[in-house]
């Protein structure tokens, strides 16, 4: 048991230079049957211990794993499922070999609709034991079963389905699919092409929204009647609103303790008082008032009688 444990943390590294030997084999003779290696390798991703995850030897042999299932060109709905773990666990570079496995299978991804999808996944309920990877395949095996199920809804009805948005059968088809693109992957741009679908009809009912205000705006618009400008500067005192010096009881506590300068003395007071002003110069912008609604015609107004006064 102690061998055992004392050799285990070179274990995942000699699992990855296995994965090397299969691929050079594959690339110089070829496997018969790649989906004998396919599970072993499977088998071994599985059963790998959560806390190698985040060891350089465990991500070394999780990254030649998925070079290996690469070359070998298998992607099936147990690749994805063991895969997809690693993409929420691991770090950053293990993030970008799962997205880079999935893109050379055929997945359509220019935008983060799948990252932020499995981000948004409640992992942190999970704890981080020996049971952490088997529960995070059976998440993302459910959630496959889930898109599975609503793929093949989607494409039972096609034609349908290309007459609500204005496209051909083989527009749509070529959004979710192009030639050596494994079926499961399809599934993944059929979630990515329902994501994108859904910000597309956000975004119009938005527009058309903003539009609509618009139009209510302009036929709720008064008459706009444009202010002199006022060309003597805003004084406002710090803390108030008037000064009053015909009654002086009207001054605030402010203002006994804190007179206005004289701006005789302004300059010996400078030294005293440094930084410190008694006004401030307010930058205001033009007001423009309503004061009365648009007519509906001149030929209305002019008709509109005006009432007089009679003496008697």
Known sequence: ?????AEWPLRPGIKAEICQSLILLHSDFGIPIPTDVKYVTLTCLHDLPQRDISRPAGVNFITEAMNLIQKLNVMDEGVLSEVIPFFIDGDANLRLKVMALLRSRGLMNDNTFLEDEFDSWETWKIDEGANRKK????????????????????MSNISSEAK???????????????????????????????????????????????????????????????????????????GESHASKCHPER??????????????????LNMLLHGFTSWINLALRPINVTPFSVPESKRKLKKKKVPTATLR
């Open 251 to 268: 001054e605030s506590t402010l203002a006994r303790f804190l007179p206005m300068l004289d701006l005789k003395s302004h300059t010996k």
């Open 1 to 5: 048991s102690s061998g055992i444990n």
């Open 135 to 154: 529960e995070l395949v059976e998440m993302t095996r459910k959630w496959i079963k889930e898109w599975t199920s609503r793929y093949t809804t989607f």
């Open 164 to 238: 609500k948005w204005n496209k051909t059968i083989p527009e749509v088809m070529a959004m979710l699919s192009s030639p050596g693109t494994a079926p499961v992957i399809s599934i993944l741009n059929f979630f990515i092409f329902k994501c994108r679908h859904k910000e597309e009809v956000i975004a119009v009912a938005k527009s058309e929204d903003g539009k609509s205000r618009d139009k209510t705006s302009e036929k709720d618009r008064n008459a706009v009647i444009s202010m002199p400008v006022i060309r003597k500067r805003n004084l406002m005192r710090l």
